[in-house]
C-alpha cells in the first residue's frame, strides 16, 4: 500500500454520517473538482426525522453511483485518484460503516492511502473550500444538526475546543421547535422561513448561562421554554402567532451562538471567525455574525450554502491537510459514531508559530 499520495493531490472524499450520501474530488485541499450529494431528506420526512436503519439501506443503494458521478463530473478515472477521504464518524454507526467500507475498498483496490476525517473536522474545512486565501488561526463555529463547538484551529489539524453545547445541538433545537410547530423536516430552514414574517421582538424566550463555562452552550432550556410556550396556549385555547414565536426562538438561538463567538474571539485574540455546519445556512445568523464583524472588527467566513450542509468536498479537503501532515489511516479503522475532534501529532503543546494564545484582546 502505497503511504504517500502523489503530488497533483486528487482526493476522493465519501460522507455518510447522516442522511446525505456524498462523493467529491478535491484537488491540493481547496480546489473542488465535483461534489456529488444524494440526499435522502424527502424518505425521512414521513416520519419527521432521520431513522437510522433506512439511511444505512439509502446509503448501500447509492453510494457507488455517487462515487462513479463524483469522478465523471471530476473527469478523472478511479486511477487517477491519489488518496480516498472518508468521515468515520460522529454520525449513526449503520451509516457510517456504508461509507468507510466503500472507502477501505477502493483504496485495498488502488493501493492509495486512505485518510478518515472526523465530521466535524470536515465542517471546518469547508471555508478553506470555499476561501483558497484563508489560513490558520481560525476560530470556528460549527453549528449543525449534531453540534455546536466552537474551536481555536491553530494550524492545519490543531485543534483545541474553547466551548461545546451541554444538551441540544442548535439545528436539533431548531429541528425540534419546528416540528411542535408542525414544520417538515428538517425543521430548520422552514423555521428560518416562517421567522421572515414575524416579529423576533413579541416574546422574549430566555438565553442560558453555563455556570463557569462562558463559551459553552446550552440550547435546551430555549427549546423547552417555546415548546412549553406553545403547548400551554393551545391549552388555553389561545390563538399563536407562530411567525413571532419562531422569529422569537431564532433570535434567542442567535443571541446564545453571536454572544459566544464574541467572548471567544475575544479570549483567544484572534479576528479570523469561520462559521460552518447546516445552521451557518441562516441568514439571519449571518446577518448578526457580519454585525458584530463589523462593529469589533472581525472577519467572518462562511462556506456556500451547498457546502455548509453535509457535503464530501469537505471531507476531502481536511483529509488532503491531515495526510499532506503524513497522516495515514490502516484499513482496521473501525466506524465511530460518538468520535471526538483530535489534533495531528505535531499540534501536541502549544503549536508552533501560533498567533492563538490565551490571553485577552480588546475586541469592542
Ligand atoms: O451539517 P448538517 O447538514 O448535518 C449535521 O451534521 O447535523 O446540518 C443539518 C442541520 C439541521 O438541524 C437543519 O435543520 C439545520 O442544519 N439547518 C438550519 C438551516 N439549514 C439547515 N438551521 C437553521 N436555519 C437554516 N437555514
Ligand atoms: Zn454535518
Redesign the pocket.
Known sequence: MQQRMNERGIILGIET??D?TAAAVVRQGREMLSSVVASQIEVHRKFGGVVPEIASRRHVEAILTVIDEALGQAGIALEDVDAVAVTYGP?LVGALLVGLSAAKGISYALGKPLVCVN?IEG?IYANFLAHPDLDPPVLCLT?????TELIAMRDHGCYEVLGRTRDD????A??KV?RVMGLPY????A??QLAKSGNANLISFPRTEVEDSPLDFSFSGLKTAVINYIHSARQRGEKISYPDVAAGF?KAAIDELVTRVHRAAASVGTRTIGVS???A???A?RGALTALALKSALEVHYPPLSL???NAAMIASAGYFRHRAGEVSPLSTNAEPGAVLTSLQHCSGQARGSRIHRVPVEID
Open positions: 454520517s447522516c446525505e454520525g465530521h465542517h453549528v449543525s444538526g449534531g453540534h445541538a442548535a439545528g436539533e431548531f429541528d419546528a428538517p425543521g430548520g430552514p423555521l428560518e431564532q455546519g447546516g445552521v445556512a441562516n441568514q445568523l455548509c450542509t453535509d
